[in-house]
C-alpha cells in the first residue's frame, strides 16, 4: 500500500511539474502582476532589497526539485538514494531541452535551471539516504507474523 501511494504522489507531482515547465508561458497576467507587485515592495526596503526575481526564480527550482530527488530515493533501496540526483538532472535536460526546441518562443533554457533544479532533487534525495533513520523493510511484519503463529503454551 505504501508503494501505490507513494507512485501515486509522485505521477501527481510529475504533473505538476511538467504543468509548470512544458507550457507556453509560466506566468498568467494576474499571476506576473502580483508577483512583480510584491517584488516591487521588497525592492523599497533595505532589509528585504535582496529578495529579486533572479532569487525568487533560483529558490523556487530548488524547491520544486526537492521531491525530484526525495521520490526515487523512497521508492528504491536505501543504498540507492543517490539515484534521486540522476533522476532531477536528467528530467531538467530533458526540461530544458523541450523549452530550447518547442517552446522558445515563449520560454528560454537557462543553465542556471540546470545547477538549481539539480541542487533539489541533491537535497531531497540527500535527506532520505543520509537524514531519514534506516527503513526496515519486512522485519517488524515478519517476527509479528511469527509470533502469532507460533503456538502459546
Known amino acids: ?6 507512485l501515486l504522489l ?3 507531482y510529475l504533473a505538476g511539474v511538467a ?6 508561458s509560466v506566468y498568467d497576467a494576474d499571476t506576473g502582476a502580483l508577483l512583480w507587485r510584491a517584488l516591487d515592495v521588497f525592492a523599497r526596503h533595505d532589509e528585504t532589497s535582496w529578495i529579486t526575481f533572479a532569487r525568487v526564480e533560483a529558490a523556487a527550482n530548488v524547491a520544486m526539485f ?3 530527488g526525495m521520490f526515487p530515493a523512497l521508492m528504491l533501496p536505501k543504498r540507492f538514494w543517490w539515484v534521486g540526483i540522476v533522476v532531477g538532472f536528467a528530467a531538467t535536460v530533458g526540461i ?3 523549452q530550447a526546441t518547442y517552446l522558445s ?3 528560454f533554457s537557462d543553465p542556471q ?3 538549481m533544479n539539480t541542487l ?4 531531497g534525495a540527500a535527506f532520505v539516504g543520509l537524514v531519514l533513520p534506516r527503513r526496515r523493510r519486512g522485519r517488524g511484519r515478519g517476527r509479528s507474523r511469527q509470533g502469532s503463529a507460533a503456538p502459546v503454551w
Do not use: Q
Request: zero cysteines; a positive charge; glycine letters at 4%.
Open 113 to 115: 535551471d540546470l545547477v
Open 19 to 24: 504543468w509548470m515547465t512544458l507550457r507556453p
Open 105 to 107: 518562443a515563449t520560454r
Open 96 to 98: 530544458e531541452t523541450v
Open 10 to 12: 509522485t505521477l501527481v
Open 120 to 123: 533539489g532533487a541533491a537535497i
Open 66 to 68: 526537492v521531491p525530484m
Open 1 to 6: 500500500m505504501r508503494r501505490a501511494v507513494l
